[in-house]
């Protein structure tokens, strides 16, 4: 695994809210299958903020015993409210004071990046063209 030479590796951690419907994991599971399928190895965990497992503290603390250095974290949301403004950096805090031989990065968040927006706005248009 790309993240097991001490503390050299990367990774990804997809970052939800979660829902209480496992249903609702869908979308962030095909995002994860899409990464591992063209990320040449890269390691890549799911977490949320509520209701479903791993927790965020969970995939840190799974990555960094496998020897993770680099972890990058990608909030799964339209917007920065509440939780990405107060929560997350919190938990990312928190993780870094435990796991310091991790560099841990908060992305924006997905809904906010130029391509995200971009390909929404396609969608929206195909939407109109199928009717």
């Not at 496992?22 to 962030?28: D, G, K, L, S, T």
């Not at 890269?42 to 977490?47: M, S, T, W």
């Given at each position: 695994?790309n993240?097991?030479?001490g503390?050299t590796g990367?990774?990804?951690?997809?970052?939800?809210?979660?829902?209480?419907d496992?249903?609702?994991?869908?979308?962030?599971q095909r995002?994860r299958?899409?990464?591992?399928?063209?990320?040449?190895g890269?390691?890549?965990?799911?977490?949320f903020?509520?209701?479903?497992?791993?927790?965020?503290?969970e995939?840190?603390?799974r990555?960094?015993?496998?020897g993770?250095?680099?972890?990058?974290?990608?909030?799964?949301?339209?917007?920065?409210?509440?939780?990405l403004?107060?929560?997350?950096?919190?938990?990312?805090?928190?993780a870094?004071?435990?796991?310091?031989?991790?560099r841990?990065?908060?992305a924006?968040?997905a809904?906010?990046?130029?391509?995200?927006?971009?390909?929404?706005?396609?969608?929206?248009?195909g939407?109109?063209?199928?009717?």
């Open positions: 695994m993240g097991q030479a503390g990367s990774a990804v951690i997809l970052f939800g809210h979660g829902a209480r496992p249903e609702w994991a869908r979308p962030m995002i299958a899409a990464l591992q399928q063209d990320g040449g890269l390691p890549v965990e799911l977490a903020l509520e209701f479903m497992t791993p927790t965020l503290p995939a840190i603390a990555l960094a015993a496998e993770v250095g680099r972890i990058a974290v990608v909030p799964v949301f339209l917007a920065q409210g509440g939780h403004k107060r929560d997350l950096p919190a938990l990312i805090g928190q870094q004071a435990l796991h310091p031989e991790c841990i990065v908060l924006e968040a809904g906010e990046a130029d391509g995200v927006i971009a390909a929404i706005a396609d969608y929206a248009k939407c109109l063209r199928a009717m």
